[in-house]
């Protein structure tokens, strides 16, 4: 493996990495509130067909985001009702947003667009374009380290840096704020949090509706800047891979991030080759292309137990009289 190859797949990494980190992130805070959410996957697809779709009408990319964002904010609503205004099963909520998702945005897509549950390829000011860093060009001639900021760490689109800056961003929102405190407080004893005369359901839909803004970004970023356009199920598992990666993080953000490139590393491995030769033997291609799933089952076999989830986590809270 050469040089300009590990740079080309620390590129592909990094952009791979995205949609699973700002899911992830997603996830942390509904579940640092207690809620627990699966329908991660159903908010990212809704969001990333109606970003596709209101770019592809308008022509105006930053338009369809935030068509992505309002519908994934909508699904967290519905899921926020469901599970803390009525107290239902957060798992049962978090599965019907996942098949509603997946249906609806099928169903839509064909009737407005009549191209097999797809939008129109977007092209122009209807998708996000690259950005370079400062510098990029005037350092790409120094050895090593410019190659890897001028072509692995630069020429990525905007969601890519919001991202990864919304790493520090929720660890301090979480760990330095009131808000924080508070909401991480819910997730572990709302009763506490209730006697001090702070609302849970307040904090809780705060919480789930952070992680429908976040949703919709992973989801714009699918449509409109990862890809070209919607495909049908074109989510294929990020949402439930951003899940495992939570618990392999712990539910804290600086490990969310590594967690998330190990899965954007796989996938980008899965991509460039279709076999691996270790010498010895060599992997076919299934296999490679399984890779990112073949970690997800292993570390939520490995890690369930051992990682200790927020405890009034899935519990609705009844508010003693």
């Given amino acids: 493996m050469s040089f300009f190859d590990i ?12 949609p699973l980190l700002l899911a992830c992130l997603a996830g942390l805070f509904s579940e640092r509130s207690g809620i627990v959410d699966i329908g991660l996957e159903g908010k990212m ?7 596709a779709a209101v770019a592809a009408l308008t022509g105006d990319v930053w338009l369809g985001m935030l068509a992505g964002i309002a519908a994934s904010m909508v699904f967290a609503l519905i899921h926020g009702v469901a599970s803390i205004t009525f107290r239902g099963d957060q798992l049962i909520s978090g599965v019907a947003i996942n098949f509603l998702a997946a249906g609806m945005t099928v169903l839509i897509a064909q009737d407005w667009f009549q191209q097999g ?15 370079d860093l400062p510098f990029a060009e005037a350092l790409s001639g120094v050895p090593f380290l410019g190659p890897l900021y001028a072509d692995a760490l630069s020429g990525h689109t905007i969601l890519v840096y919001v991202g990864f800056l919304a790493v520090p961003a929720t660890w301090w929102v979480l760990f330095r704020t009131r808000f924080g405190l508070r909401l991480r407080a ?10 001090a005369g702070v609302s849970v359901n307040r904090l809780r839909y705060a919480a789930v509706l952070i992680a429908g803004l976040l949703c919709g970004l992973a989801g714009a970023y699918l449509a409109t800047g990862l890809a070209a356009g919607f495909t049908k199920d074109m989510t294929a598992g990020r949402g439930f891979i951003a899940l495992a990666a939570l618990i392999f993080a712990k539910w804290r953000p600086w490990y969310a991030l590594f967690a998330c490139l190990l899965f954007g590393f796989l996938q980008a491995l899965s991509n460039r080759y279709s076999t691996l030769d270790l010498g010895l033997i060599e992997i076919p291609n299934a296999f490679v292309l399984a890779l990112p799933y073949i970690l997800t089952v292993v570390i939520l076999a490995g890690f369930v137990g051992r990682a200790t989830p927020p405890r009034a986590g899935g519990e609705p809270y009844i508010k003693e009289r």
């Fill in 7 to 18: 740079i080309q797949i620390l590129d592909s990494t990094i952009r791979l990495a995205t």
């Fill in 117 to 131: 549950s797809r939008t129109p390829a977007l092209t122009g000011e209807a998708r996000f374009d690259t950005l």
């Fill in 186 to 195: 819910v997730g572990e004893n709302p009763g506490a949090v209730d006697t």
């Fill in 45 to 51: 697809l809704v969001a990333a067909f109606f970003s």
